[in-house]
């Protein structure tokens, strides 16, 4: 007899490693890209500000790299132990993006390591900068072959049933399933956005904190920068997105957009509130969602009254996908204003309060990728693996899941606030005025 509270602590469990997991592994994938951005910058323009600035952001970037460690080790422990009859079924068809997961993270690991112990030994720093090829390529990559997998389980293909049995195994096809395109790149995309909101706020919250210097103005408007370019990135990925599940997963948009009749002309629906089957108090976009769906004002949409009951996701996935695009419109216009403030010499964008809302916009953003990965995986339910395996078959009978998750939760909690600590302490004794100081002194002294 199935234990009905070993597929909600499961479920409990992996919701919280992977929501853990997502902050840490968003910073891994767009960090190193930063990096090299901002060494790129410092040395065609030959401004030390940029230089330190990729030197002090790869410091931090080792500390964040190692709690991901832990935490991406922590969720290949439990798709096995919490997901068993899930991995005896997807594990012969989809094992070999998560080993080349792993190559390209120890790829990234090697490369990063040399990176950081040579920073002083070349003469010609370009050739210096050469060894962030790898480490950003080899940390995208790592976001690529895991998304893959994910991809897998909402567009399962490379394989068939036969009498229960797998045959017929093609790895590569399952690899480029029709969801992996979007997925990996609105994955890869976001993960960068997000990490230049990050950094953007951290340059913020200094210049709030007294810190006048260059360094945090320049660190700021390069970061905002980029944060612009990918949101919109983000924002066009986002669109095929929607178009992909229009074919292949009609429930999730339906239920995500409160959409229940299948109609032309679809209106897109934000906010609002269910009351006895009725939306109200809802902003409607008239025809916008037929435009998401199919790029036609006055297409068809599937609506939910064409799906069966027990397969309609949870409907509460609708405020999630508000949640997600409100946040990222809201940081696209911040950043294009600040991009334009900056470019028209408006006095507001370094005023006290926008910076305030740059240094929100780090933490909104965090918000704006755990919701979408909410959206993603709730949106899917009740399957794990899409049309073939249901979450509730796929889950482990056991009766000791409760335990596991107060005991990952304590592990999580006190990472959490390891890595917090570590990374203040390591910079607030560190302070940037100090360094360049040092720097300086270095390079006379080497003059002489």
Known sequence: ????????????????????????????????????????????????????????????????????????????????????????????????????????????????????????????????????????????????????????????????????????????????????????????????????????????????????????????????????????ATAIIGDFSGKYLADYQPEKLAAAEWHFETSKDAPLILFGKLENGEVKYAIEIPKALSILAYTDPSAEVIGLDQIKEEEIPPLYIHYLFDIMVSIGVWMTLLSFVYWLGMKRSWSFINSKWYHWLIVLGGPLSIVAIETGWWLAEVGRQPWILYGLMKTSDAATTSGHVDMMLILFAGLYLILAIGSAIVLSRMFRRNPVERELEERRAEKGGAVQ
């Open 1 to 232: 007899m199935f234990n009905g509270d070993s597929l909600f602590y499961s479920r409990l469990l992996t919701e919280l490693t992977l929501s853990f997991h997502i902050i840490y592994a968003t910073i891994g994938v767009g960090v190193p890209l930063m990096i090299m951005i901002a060494q790129w910058v410092g040395i065609k323009k030959n401004d030390e500000h940029y230089i330190l600035l990729a030197r002090r952001w790869a410091r931090g970037f080792v500390i964040t790299v190692a709690v991901g460690v832990v935490t991406g080790t922590a969720i290949g422990l439990q798709l096995s132990l919490l997901w068993p009859n899930f991995m005896e079924l997807a594990g012969n068809v989809i094992a070999l993006p998560l080993f080349m997961e792993t190559f390209a993270f120890f790829f990234e690991a090697i490369f990063l390591g040399i990176y950081l112990y040579t920073w002083d030994r070349f003469e010609d720093q370009r050739k210096h900068l050469l060894l962030l090829i790898p480490v950003a390529a080899g940390a995208a990559f790592s976001a690529v072959f895991i998304t893959i997998v994910n991809a897998f389980m909402n567009a399962p293909q490379g394989f068939d049933v036969v009498n229960g049995e797998l045959v017929n195994i093609n790895p590569i096809l399952a690899m480029f399933n029709p969801a992996m395109p979007t997925k990996v790149a609105h994955v890869v995309s976001s993960a960068f956005m997000t990490s230049a909101f990050i950094l953007a706020a951290i340059a913020g919250f200094r210049l709030l904190k007294g810190s006048d210097h260059i360094y945090h103005k320049k660190a700021l408007y390069l970061t905002m920068k980029l944060g612009l370019i990918f949101s919109i």
